[in-house]
């Protein structure tokens, strides 16, 4: 058994699904800033849609915050949300410094730190993409996520190899993974709202998700059972389906076309992506690696191969002329 677990734990692997994870992370944080930018006042500022003056209240004294600024916007004498543009400003950049692998374990920590003080500040703005980037910068932090292309190993002199660090951190994303779902599978199962298609009409009609216009539904209730059906099977057993070999390719890309469903019809693009990263990580990064190499390297090499006949052919009648 102990021989098993070593295996399973500690057999030595490349760094390539952790460099994706953090890529995709910090990639995604940079987008959601982006997306927040005209917003920061609104859901960050001292006078935002929850005042520091209650968030600080709501929130344990002990979880940083924004208002702990207060002392500093006191002694300096700046507004209070220019402080939070420049703390903004920090974290995105630290985010990009991570993206680019330099210095990853610093530019981590900040990130989180920082990201964990906005949420805590603004967290009746928050939903299930905070939680997740704030999980995926705490593992940017303890796991070897900028060992492969990353700017740290461009001066390195030999290619990085491959460790039992690499497995270990893969492996706990995996089984992160599979408590998540099977937790919100169960949570789901308990109500009887996934399973008579309440939960799947009421999503798709509340306004806030609404994207499309979804009553032609009510002719059709069979449909949204069957969705939620589908929901709770892939959330309750992808614990089992993602660990058979079997099974795993297409597990994979059924939990990834149930989140670009979520992006599509919900309108969370930013929540989904994140599932979609930690899914590639963990599980994905094969079939994402084989697609490449099936499919975009040949169609590269075609083009070379293109772009040669025709110099080539310029060439000939250069020739005569």
């Known amino acids: 058994?102990?021989?098993?677990?070593?295996?399973?734990?500690?057999?030595?692997?490349?760094?390539?699904?952790?460099?994706?994870?953090?890529?995709?992370?910090?990639?995604?944080?940079?987008?959601?800033?982006?997306?927040?930018?005209?917003?920061?006042?609104?859901?960050?500022?001292?006078?935002?849609?929850?005042?520091?003056?209650?968030?600080?209240?709501?929130?344990?004294?002990?979880?940083?915050?924004?208002?702990?600024?207060?002392?500093?916007?006191?002694?300096?004498?700046?507004?209070?949300?220019?402080?939070?543009?420049?703390?903004?400003?920090?974290?995105?950049?630290?985010?990009?410094?991570?993206?680019?692998?330099?210095?990853?374990?610093?530019?981590?920590?900040?990130?989180?730190?920082?990201?964990?003080?906005?949420?805590?500040?603004?967290?009746?703005?928050?939903?299930?993409?905070?939680?997740?980037?704030?999980?995926?910068?705490f593992y940017c932090i303890i796991m070897p996520v900028g060992e492969v292309f990353s700017w740290d190993t461009f001066s390195r002199p030999t290619a990085p190899v491959a460790t039992e660090w690499n497995t270990l951190s893969i492996r706990v994303l995996q089984l992160h993974l599979c408590?998540?779902?099977?937790?919100?599978?169960?949570?789901?199962?308990?109500?009887?709202?996934?399973?008579?298609?309440?939960?799947?009409?009421?999503?798709?009609?509340?306004?806030?998700?609404?994207?499309?216009?979804?009553?032609?539904?009510?002719?059709?209730?069979?449909?949204?059972?069957?969705i939620g059906w589908g929901t709770l099977l892939l959330e309750t057993g992808y614990p089992f389906f993602i660990w058979w070999r079997r099974t795993r390719p297409y597990g994979y890309l059924a939990i990834v076309l149930m989140h670009m469903g979520i992006a599509v019809f919900m309108g969370l693009q930013l929540f989904s992506s994140i599932m979609i990263i930690f899914n590639t990580a963990a599980f994905g990064w094969p079939y994402l690696q084989h697609a490449y190499r099936s499919i975009v390297l040949p169609l590269r090499e075609k083009k070379r191969l293109q772009r040669a006949g025709q110099l080539a052919t310029q060439a000939f009648w250069n020739h005569f002329e």
């Open 1 to 137: 058994m102990l021989a098993s677990l070593k295996r399973f734990f500690l057999t030595p692997s490349t760094g390539e699904p952790l460099a994706f994870f953090r890529i995709g992370a910090a990639l995604l944080g940079l987008v959601q800033g982006g997306w927040l930018a005209g917003s920061i006042t609104l859901l960050y500022g001292s006078n935002g849609l929850v005042p520091w003056s209650i968030s600080s209240g709501i929130v344990d004294a002990y979880m940083p915050q924004l208002s702990w600024l207060q002392p500093l916007v006191k002694v300096t004498g700046m507004p209070a949300d220019a402080w939070v543009y420049i703390l903004m400003g920090i974290y995105l950049c630290s985010l990009g410094v991570l993206l680019l692998g330099k210095f990853t374990r610093y530019a981590a920590f900040v990130a989180w730190a920082l990201q964990f003080t906005f949420i805590n500040t603004g967290f009746m703005g928050a939903y299930g993409v905070e939680t997740f980037m704030h999980i995926a910068l």
């Open 179 to 226: 408590l998540v779902y099977i937790a919100s599978g169960a949570e789901k199962a308990m109500g009887i709202q996934w399973w008579n298609g309440e939960a799947i009409w009421q999503t798709l009609m509340q306004g806030q998700f609404a994207r499309f216009d979804m009553r032609w539904m009510a002719n059709y209730p069979l449909l949204a059972k069957v």
